[in-house]
């Protein structure tokens, strides 16, 4: 049964097409102001990818804050069901599922049937997200995909006190004032976005094994911080945005039920 997921995020939709849990293809577009667009885009960039016809797809469901938006879908779910079940699918052995996008930041404690058990959402600050590491490359003049490895480099933790995204950036400037160096504001950077990431993590207990996923698990630095702060090692899929949507993707199919 071919079944497609589409991920419809603050940033960017994902959409992801399987058969039987093998990803045939995938396509991801940004957002922009023009979601169903952007709907259309990405799901045509996945059927490419696949080398199908659309009306090879016998089921769509989504998910995302925007998943209402998808006019074709079968049915939706929530992203942290949408998480949970791709996150088990790909990690039959994870309990605790991290998601950090560019809005975002979700914690996922899940049983050994993969049933949902608790959740927390940071949803009303960036400070937990990728957004916080966006504002903060700016800040430091720095290009995004070059923060994480910057932060590598240091060997000096620097606190960072604001949780705020708009006074964070304040303090950086200070601290670039005060001739700290970037490579040392960097790691303040991830760190601080793991402090908060961690904590909402811990209010809903973090067991073993963890999953990262979502856009920010390609970041190197946040995802040395997360792991120093969780003090374990956290599984990391080879496409960490897109595992919302495989999950939608196989829920549809039946796989994840």
Do not use: W
């Amino acid at each position: 049964m071919i079944t497609t997921g589409i991920d419809v995020g603050a940033k960017n939709v994902k959409v992801i097409i399987q058969e039987d849990g093998k990803i045939l293809g995938k396509g991801l577009v940004m957002a922009g102001l023009d979601t169903q667009a952007a709907i259309e885009e990405a799901l045509e960039a996945a059927l490419k990818d696949a080398g199908l016809a659309r009306d090879a797809i016998e089921k769509i469901f989504a998910t995302g804050a925007g998943r209402k938006e998808v006019a074709d879908a079968d049915d939706s779910y929530t992203e942290v069901g949408a998480d949970a079940a791709g996150a088990l699918y790909l990690y039959p052995e994870a309990r605790t599922v991290i998601d950090v996008g560019a809005e975002e930041g979700r914690a996922i404690r899940v049983d050994e049937r993969g049933k949902v058990v608790d959740f927390a959402i940071n949803e009303r600050c960036a400070a937990g997200a990728g957004a916080f590491t966006e504002a903060m490359a700016r800040a430091l003049e720095v290009p995004l995909d070059e923060l994480g490895p910057l932060s590598l480099t240091s060997t000096k933790s620097v606190p960072m006190n604001a949780q705020c995204a708009v006074f964070a950036e304040s303090e950086v400037v200070s601290l670039i004032h005060a001739k700290t160096e970037k490579r040392d504001i960097a790691r303040a950077v991830h760190d601080a976005m793991s402090t908060r990431i961690t904590s909402m993590a811990r209010r809903v207990g973090v067991e073993p094994e963890v999953a990262l996923i979502g856009g920010v698990a390609r970041n190197p630095g946040f995802v040395d911080s997360l792991q120093r702060d969780l003090e374990l090692t956290v599984l990391i899929p080879e496409d960490p945005e897109y595992i919302s949507a495989l999950g939608a993707a196989i829920l549809a199919a039946g796989i994840g039920k």
